[in-house]
């Protein structure tokens, strides 16, 4: 079997909507995404941030950009649809890439209250890292 596309999802919260706090936010969130996932940045399609409408103090892919190797990864910035009720204060992204490996194992990071998105990945995910 030939490269086949896959893709990641992630999420965390911030305190504020400041810079500081979404810096913070989202650098932890790549850390434990590149930690987890065997992902190669050359092999990234896109990356898609969203953020709640409460969220305008900085562009998560600015901070992306900050970080090695990510400087030609195409990245986009959008408002996630505002449902009432929902998660407050909260950076996802959706992550494209290419690999060899179409079994390759996906570590989906939620972090903060964005845990209680998806409680099926998270309580799979810790039980994998035991």
Request: aromatic fraction near 8%.
């Amino acid at each position: 079997m030939g490269w086949r596309v896959r893709a990641i999802r992630g999420a965390t919260t911030v305190a504020e909507n400041s810079v500081a706090a979404m810096r913070e936010a989202v650098h932890e969130l790549l850390d434990e995404l590149e930690s987890r996932n065997h992902l190669d940045m050359e092999e990234v399609v896109s990356v898609t941030f969203s953020v709640t409408r409460d969220l305008d103090a900085i562009f998560p892919a600015a901070i992306a950009r900050e970080r090695p190797h990510w400087s030609n990864v195409p990245l986009l910035d959008v408002q996630q649809m505002y449902v009432e009720g929902s998660l407050e204060r909260c950076i996802r992204f959706l992550i494209h890439f290419n690999t060899p490996d179409p079994n390759i194992e996906i570590y989906h990071p939620y972090l903060r209250q964005a845990r209680n998105l998806r409680p099926d990945w998270t309580l799979a995910q810790a039980a994998l890292s035991k």
